[in-house]
């Protein structure tokens, strides 16, 4: 039992009258006891964690340190020690705001998301403590304790690309309040609502001309699930159930669901665990770097190759314009979009466009898309959408592909989510979408992409640096070696900065709100890291 975190066997017995049963009276005693007498919106109790894992942490290592933390000598996890755990309720029932942490402070809050919370990509327990955030305003995340001096850090990551418009945005506080006091959610079948049809007709008239119908989800895999599932059954349809299969560009990142899984980088990628378990897709070489440099007619050449090929048994060919995320930060020239567009018209396939992390502003144009004036078939968008407020994404498709459904042997989409539209993330979408309706937003990742440019140019001469890139407001310091991810984060805190470098990348999304001094210190600590770690 961590000493501090849960209550000592003297306050289990002085807080018999609300339930809570010491631990020598057993599980079974203890749930009788709480059946008799625990408020009814008392949460269930929590395990402790093992004696030994006090000095283990909470939060995803990448995966540089993740083969670190398996080498290293990290705490056994024997039956005894897992049998020695004492059950305790740690949630307290506080009526108007639920259930809250009595008396926790920072440290014994890191402790129990050691001891229970999963973070993203991460180990159990993780190996790097979470920096706990209290509150967020602005570009500003305010930290429970000091990191480096600092209390509050610039977030330079938009909160994985999705907060655009900062935090506590009042055009967004205002629609999701509003939609509150009207109703939070009701079902999707059967139902609909004014926030949801709204949004999806402003989609359809901001996306690409020949995008009819809308999809919504709560994620952007789940959006890239629907979008393969569409071509699948389009095919099914249709009466051509061979065409299964998916091409898609290597150094590609779609989610991770099991469909968007499986078009993943299959060697570098973060899934490259499922291989032999996904179903095999076709993989071929990303297009030459460089988001203006041009077209290379041999790649244009294998690119027909491939294609024709696999034309027989491809559903879609589905890749994430201009700008490859997860996968790398990797730019390419829009006038590629056109290539593939000719091409799978050319040989009867679909083609995806995975708009989750471009789409809404985030390279120059509203959607990586418009760089090329050309529409896909099918295009999936999410993060931004409610301005990083709440969870929602969206499969747009077009009439062929609805059509094509509709007339098959099941003529429905069989694919439901529980919080589809739902109303106050369709709210956020809605406010979202009106503060990107004028140029202010374009005039703003300019005016970001301009200072990007000029203050990651020292970077480019530093001994380790392969590479700078900038494109809107993507910046990215490209080196030579992985990234020490804890030592980067103490740096950049020492700017004021909130940073989360991968691989070999040092790289920033800010929001587009962010001020040029604000966006200087975020360049200031990508430089740093970059020439000291």
Not at 375 to 401: F, H, I, N, Q, W
Not at 404 to 410: K, V
Not at 463 to 477: E, H, N, Q, T, Y
Not at 494 to 518: A, C, K, N, Q, S
Request: aromatic share 6%.
């Amino acid at each position: 039992m961590v000493p501090g975190l849960w209550p000592s066997p003297a306050a289990f017995a002085s807080s018999s009258a609300t339930g809570r049963a010491p631990a020598a009276e057993g599980r079974a005693a203890a749930r009788r006891r709480r059946t008799s007498a625990a408020p009814r919106c008392a949460a269930p109790p929590l395990s402790g964690p093992d004696p030994g894992d006090a000095s283990t942490a909470g939060q995803a290592p990448d995966s540089a340190r993740r083969s670190a933390s398996v080498a290293g000598s990290g705490p056994s996890r024997a039956p005894e020690a897992a049998a020695s755990r004492t059950p305790a309720r740690v949630f307290a029932c506080t009526g108007r705001t639920g259930l809250k942490l009595p008396d926790v402070d920072s440290a014994r809050l890191i402790e129990l998301d050691r001891a229970h919370v999963w973070h993203p990509y991460g180990p159990m327990p993780g190996v790097v403590d979470p920096l706990v955030v209290e509150s967020a305003s602005g570009v500003r995340l305010r930290t429970a304790e000091p990191i480096e001096g600092r209390d509050e850090l610039i977030d330079g990551m938009s909160s994985w690309w999705s907060a655009i418009h900062g935090y506590r945005n009042p055009v967004l506080d205002a629609a999701i309040t509003d939609q509150l006091g009207r109703m939070s959610h009701v079902m999707f079948g059967g139902l609909t609502h004014e926030p949801a049809v709204a949004l999806c007709a402003r989609l359809v008239e901001i996306t690409p001309a020949p995008l009819r119908h809308v999809f919504l989800s709560d994620s952007g895999s789940v959006s890239v699930e629907v979008a393969i599932k569409m071509c699948l059954q389009y095919w099914r349809s249709v009466g051509r159930p061979a065409k299964r299969r998916l091409l898609t560009w290597r150094g590609g990142y779609h989610g991770d669901t099991f469909h968007p899984m499986s078009v993943c980088d299959p060697d570098g990628g973060m899934h490259s665990l499922w291989r032999g378990v996904l179903p095999e897709q076709v993989f071929v070489p990303a297009p030459p770097p460089g988001f203006d440099v041009g077209v290379d007619h041999d790649y244009v050449a294998l690119l027909a190759r491939e294609i024709e090929e696999h034309a027989d048994e491809l559903a879609a060919v589905i890749v994430e314009p201009v700008v490859q995320n997860a996968g790398g930060m990797r730019f390419h020239d829009p006038r590629y979009l056109h290539v593939l567009r000719e091409l799978t018209l050319a040989n009867d396939v679909l083609l995806i466009f995975d708009e989750i992390a471009t789409g809404f502003g985030r390279t120059g144009e509203l959607f990586a898309a418009d760089h090329a004036g050309i529409s896909p078939d099918v295009m999936c968008v999410g993060k931004a959408l409610t301005g990083g407020y709440l969870s929602l994404a969206a499969t747009l498709c077009t009439e062929r592909v609805a059509d094509g459904i509709s007339r098959g042997e099941q003529p429905v989409l069989a694919h439901g989510p529980t919080f589809m539209g739902n109303p106050l993330a369709c709210a956020a979408a809605g406010a979202s979408l009106d503060l990107l309706a004028g140029d202010d937003w374009r005039r703003a990742v300019r005016r970001i992409e301009s200072g990007l440019a000029c203050g990651l140019a020292p970077a480019r001469d530093l001994p380790s640096v392969r590479g700078v890139r900038v494109l809107g407001a993507i910046g990215a310091i490209q080196l030579d070696h992985q990234v020490d991810m804890v030592a980067a984060r103490t740096v950049a805190a020492r700017h004021g900065v909130w940073l989360r470098p991968f691989g070999e990348l040092v790289y920033t999304m800010p929001p587009y709100v962010i001020g040029d001094d604000d966006l200087a210190a975020v360049t200031a600590a990508m430089t740093e890291i970059a020439a000291t770690l």
